[in-house]
Nanobody, 132 residues
């Protein structure tokens, strides 16, 4: 198994920025294993279904974004650090919810995935709060 731990959430004013991190770990987990995983970020508000935010290919060369965050959020990965990031700029109260990191084992090298059912592993989430 792979364990995912998110961090970096917190309280920001509308228009501000946050950078979320997701660290992957496990038995003998290393940079080689990290490159086996397509990665994504999702968010879920109370009473609503999990929503795709951003995805990144195993290669790191392909990224996709939900329309609601295009131009504001950037997903990236540093396989040597076993870490995926989500840079969030120009935050609004509509972005206020819990954000989850997800990993899909052995997907296509240069593809991204946007359905929760595509992913095998999930983190526990990190809370993002945006004040007005």
């Amino acid at each position: 198994q792979v364990q995912l731990v998110e961090s970096g959430g917190g309280l920001v004013q509308a228009g501000g920025s946050l950078r979320l991190s997701c660290v992957a770990s496990g038995r003998a987990f290393d940079e080689y294993l990290m490159r086996r995983y397509n990665m994504g970020w999702f968010r879920q508000a109370p009473g609503k279904e999990r929503e795709f935010v951003a995805g990144i290919s195993r290669s790191g060369g392909v990224t996709t974004y939900a329309d609601s965050v295009k131009g504001r959020f950037t997903i990236s990965r540093d396989n040597a650090k076993n870490t995926v990031y989500l840079q969030m700029n120009t935050l609004s109260p509509e972005d206020m919810t819990i954000y989850y990191c997800a990993a899909k084992y052995n997907g296509r090298w240069d593809s991204t995935y946007d359905a929760p059912s595509d992913y095998n592993y999930w983190g526990q989430g990190t809370q993002v709060t945006v004040s007005s």
